[in-house]
C-alpha cells in the first residue's frame, strides 16, 4: 500500500512565524501536491510537483512556498505565518504520465495559527 | 481556468431511497475522480473516469462520466448509513488537479 506520511497530525504556531510542513511518501510517485481543506470550500491547490526541484503554483499559492529536494519528500513552507492560513493541510502523491491512478492522500496536518 | 462544482453541497437521506450527486467542471478534461472522506480522515479514492461514457460501480455507488457535457453523476442506490461522509469529485488538468467544494452526505435509518 502507498504511504503518505504528514510530519505532525496537529500543529499550533503563533502569527509571524515561518512554519514547515512536511511530507513523505514511499512508492516513488513522480507527482506530490499541498491542498489546503477549508470547510464549505473543497480542497484547494497550494502546489504541486511534478519532479525533483520543480514546482507548479495551484489556485492560492499566495504565502507559500515549497521544496522538493528528494523525490519522496515534498515539503510546504508557510514563509510568515497569518491567522487566516489556519486550516487542515493535506499533501497527496500521484504516479507520473499514469492518468488512471488516483492520488493518494496523507492524514492530513491541521495547522492553528494564533 | 478550470473549475469545479459539486451539488448539492449537503444531502440528508432516508436509507434504502436512492440519490444523485451532480459534479460539472468548466474546461476539457476527460480525467474524473471521486473521492471519499469520513470525519477526521483523510481521502479515499472510490473512481477513477478516464473517458466518455465511462462507467464504474462499486457497490451501491455508481459514476459516470460525459465529458461532452462536462458532468460526472455519483448515483448511490438504496443508501445505508455507512455510506454517510463527504464525498468530493476532482478533475485532472495536466496534473493540476482541481476539487469540487464536497458533498456531506447523512443517511438516516
Known amino acids: 500500500d502507498v504511504k503518505v506520511t504528514q510530519s505532525s497530525r496537529y500543529l499550533v504556531k503563533r502569527t509571524g512565524e515561518k512554519v514547515f510542513l512536511e511530507c513523505v511518501q514511499d512508492?516513488?510517485?513522480?507527482?506530490m501536491f499541498w491542498y489546503r481543506q477549508d470547510p464549505g470550500l473543497g480542497l484547494r491547490l497550494i502546489y504541486f510537483?511534478?519532479?525533483?526541484?520543480?514546482?507548479e503554483k495551484g489556485d492560492i499559492p499566495e504565502g507559500y512556498s515549497v521544496s522538493r529536494e528528494k523525490k519522496e519528500r515534498f515539503s510546504l513552507i508557510l514563509e510568515s505565518a497569518s491567522t487566516n492560513q489556519t486550516s487542515m493541510y493535506l499533501c497527496a502523491s500521484g504516479r507520473g504520465g499514469l492518468p488512471n491512478q488516483p492520488q493518494h492522500f496523507g492524514d492530513g496536518t491541521r495547522l492553528s495559527i494564533l | 481556468e478550470l473549475k469545479v462544482e459539486q451539488n448539492p453541497l449537503f444531502l440528508s437521506m432516508q436509507e434504502g431511497k436512492n440519490y444523485t450527486i451532480y459534479c460539472n467542471y468548466s474546461t476539457t478534461s476527460d480525467r474524473l475522480y471521486w473521492y471519499r472522506q469520513d470525519p477526521g480522515k483523510s481521502l479515499e479514492s472510490l473512481f477513477v473516469l478516464l473517458s466518455n461514457g465511462a462507467v464504474k460501480q462499486e457497490g451501491r455507488l455508481m459514476a459516470s462520466l460525459d465529458t461532452k457535457a462536462r458532468l460526472s453523476t455519483l448515483h448511490i442506490t438504496a443508501a445505508v448509513h455507512d455510506l454517510s461522509a463527504t464525498y468530493f469529485c476532482?478533475?485532472?488538468?495536466?496534473?493540476?488537479?482541481?476539487f469540487g467544494a464536497g458533498t456531506r452526505l447523512t443517511v438516516k435509518p
Open positions: 512508492m516513488d510517485h513522480e507527482n
Open positions: 510537483s511534478y519532479d525533483v526541484k520543480m514546482k
Open positions: 476532482a478533475v485532472d488538468n495536466n496534473n493540476d488537479m482541481r
